[in-house]
T-cell receptor, first 114, second 110 residues
């Protein structure tokens, strides 16, 4: 069954710690995205990647980093520089980066501060 | 930068009543997409509108794209408890990537 898998579902971060959220897709999609969702707000774009070994900053990239070494994987690292990391993080993918295709989302990771 | 505003932020309706959410963009959009996110879930794509003045229907849901391609609406007729969730519009405009509205959270009271 094709889809997007995010792990873990829940994650806790200590002060000064970096944590990495996993996103894997088997849809053979070119483009992948990371969004942050805060209560009562829409989705804000953190980073996106249109092709392997390339990625671009979104609207709120500060305090985050990504890599795209494989087509199916797009991990997000929340660094200690991100002072307010508590949020719901959603990964998405799209068939062709250059077209207006719909985005497919994973189930998300809820990150909290200890 | 491009902004997409959505109203209302929250809406409570009695089961059987109609519901409408409105989406307005600060810039002209090439397309508008609508997504639904159930409580505790992830956004799921509902539909895409591309043409000026376009209207599409999915059972009790009616989607419209404005003539100027800067606004859109989603109307649900005779809501059911299964309609509960947050509805997001999202569009491609001057920004290369999809810009999401803030969403309308719908509660349906039985």
């Amino acid at each position: 069954d094709g889809g997007i898998t995010q792990s873990p579902k829940y994650l806790f971060r200590k002060e000064g710690q970096n944590v990495t959220l996993s996103c894997e897709q088997n849809l053979n999609h070119d483009a992948m995205y990371w969004y942050r969702q805060d209560p009562g707000q829409g989705l804000r774009l953190i980073y996106y990647s249109q092709i392997v070994n390339d990625f671009q900053k979104g609207d709120i990239a500060e305090g985050y980093s990504v890599s795209r070494e494989k087509k199916e994987s797009f991990p997000l690292t929340v660094t200690s520089a991100q002072k307010n990391p508590t949020a719901f993080y959603l990964c998405a993918s799209k068939d062709n980066a250059g077209t207006n295709q719909p985005q497919h989302f994973g189930d998300g990771t809820r990150l909290s501060i200890l | 930068g491009q902004q997409v505003m959505q109203i209302p932020q929250y809406q409570h309706v009695q089961e059987g009543e109609d519901f409408t959410t409105y989406c307005n963009s600060s810039t002209t959009l090439s397309n508008i997409q609508w997504y639904k996110q159930r409580p505790g879930g992830h956004p799921v794509f509902l539909i895409q509108l591309v043409k000026s003045g376009e209207v599409k229907k999915q059972k009790r849901l009616t989607f419209q794209f404005g003539e100027a391609k800067k606004n859109s609406s989603l109307h649900i007729t005779a809501t059911q408890t299964t309609d509960v969730g947050t509805y997001f519009c999202a569009g491609h405009g001057c920004a290369r990537q999809l810009t999401f509205g803030s969403g309308t959270q719908l509660t349906v009271l039985p």
